[in-house]
């Protein structure tokens, strides 16, 4: 069992940047995937990003997101961080961190259906 809290959401102004932590705890392993992903009311959870629980920290991000959000961990705390520049009201959303188990080291899935655990989430919200 793998649990994941999210925290470090809140109300912020479009532009302006803010970091997301996922702490983790339960059995995980250098195969695994740590993941983030987003869904509005009504929408379907979209993929964000995600990085290899490995040393080789594989990454790959969604489209929107892609030069102004970034994917790290730090193993040593056992925590996922998403940080989040040039925040757009489009940006609104709960966030999710998620766990896919034994996808190896270098690759990453970007489907929600391959993630085997989720947190809560937590709200991001972007005012224009």
């Known amino acids: 069992q793998v649990q994941l809290v999210e925290s470090g959401g809140g109300l912020v102004q479009a532009g302006v940047s803010l970091r997301l932590s996922c702490a983790v705890s339960?059995?995980?392993?250098?195969?695994?995937?740590m993941g983030w992903f987003r869904q509005a009311p009504g929408k379907e959870r979209e993929f964000v990003a995600a990085?290899?629980?490995?040393?080789?920290?594989?990454?790959d991000y969604g489209d929107s997101v892609k030069g102004r959000f970034t994917i790290s961990r730090d193993r040593a705390k056992n925590t996922l961080y998403l940080q989040m520049n040039r925040l757009k009201p489009e940006d609104k959303d709960v966030y999710y961190c998620?766990?896919?188990?034994?996808?190896?080291?270098?690759?990453?899935?970007?489907?929600?259906?391959?993630?085997?655990?989720w947190g809560q989430g937590t709200q991001v919200t972007v005012s224009s």
């Open positions: 339960g059995r995980t392993s250098s195969s695994d995937t």
């Open positions: 990085i290899s629980w490995s040393a080789f920290s594989a990454s």
């Open positions: 998620a766990v896919a188990v034994g996808y190896g080291s270098y690759r990453v899935p970007k489907d929600s259906p391959q993630y085997d655990y």
